[in-house]
């Protein structure tokens, strides 16, 4: 059989620990002003995915490789797979300070600012490059520094981590096949609103338990992008894999009050590697994905679903949205369909 290829993806963006992190975290006297003059400092970097993701190999390692090499006095100690806390968790952390860098979904950062949800509402971005270009433009300044006015965090960086796709035991080609399917989403408000907007009927099924429902029959099908669809052997339990790309599934940057007590030096470092950052995930996600419907196709894992109507969930889901979101969610809406070229 041929090899299936997807749109090419952009170039660009524990509780007990803590005490021991915090006497050696960013903020502290040794942590310069903006006169170019830091001491040494360590920087705390966490997240919730694994080591072998992309987030971490090309993302957060890339992140404290490129501020080692810089040699500006900073390093950046890791914690993945949700070794601080949990999402919820961590972001309010970041946010008092006790983290100094985290990586997070947009709708995770919703809770604690409404309208940065919007980022990961079905089909805003027409692609991983249209997120990056947006994040990476003054299209995005009004989300961000509200972000950082509401929280005192700021987002250094964003990307996108590959589209999110449907599995069931049918295909999914247009909104009318959803009809009569409990499809899994996440438990938060935008994915809730994104499923209404598809024409699904949402079930909340933590993530960690949905290999289960769907063998179980509790749930019919359900949405992810590939590398999380292989990472839970969802193949095993589900005969279509439909490539909807109804949503870019985002990852943000954020850092702590103490990151700004870095000195210009070591500032423009961290940026810098944060740039970097931005630039490879993309890359890395591409080949993941790549790589494991290369082994779908071989294997027969899934039957691949590629005639998919994106024009019908597009059309469908844009409508939707702007008649449910708030007049604050919407000014985001529009600032970044506005962003697309």
Known sequence: MPNRQLPKRPLLAASALLPLLLATACGGDDAGGGDGGGGEVELTLAHSYTEQQPQHRCGA???????????????????????????????????SGDIDLDIQGASALGAVYEPMSVVDA???????????RYFGSEASDELTQGFADSTGASVLGAWS?????FTANQPIREPAD????RMRFPNSPQYLMNARALGADPTEVAYEELYLALQQGIVDGQ?????????????????FLSLSAHQENSNLVIAGPGVEELSDEQREALDAAVAA????????????EQQVLDEWTSGGEFEVVEDVDVDAFRTQAEEYLRANLS???????????????
């Open 61 to 95: 390692q890339v992140i404290a490789d490129e501020v080692e090499a810089a040699d500006v006095g900073v390093t950046v100690e890791l914690f993945p797979s949700s070794q601080l806390g949990g999402d919820a968790d961590r972001i309010q952390s970041v946010i």
């Open 122 to 132: 079905a089909y805003a971005f027409d692609d991983g490059e249209h997120l990056a």
């Open 161 to 165: 981590a590959g589209a999110r796709h």
């Open 178 to 181: 959803l009809e009569g399917l």
């Open 223 to 239: 949405e992810n992008p590939i590398v999380n669809i292989d990472a839970q052997n969802l193949g095993e339990v589900q005969e």
């Open 277 to 288: 950052a931005v630039e490879q995930v993309p890359e890395c996600v591409a080949e993941d």
């Open 327 to 341: 007049e604050e969610q919407l000014s985001v809406y529009e600032a970044i369909r506005d962003s697309a070229e």
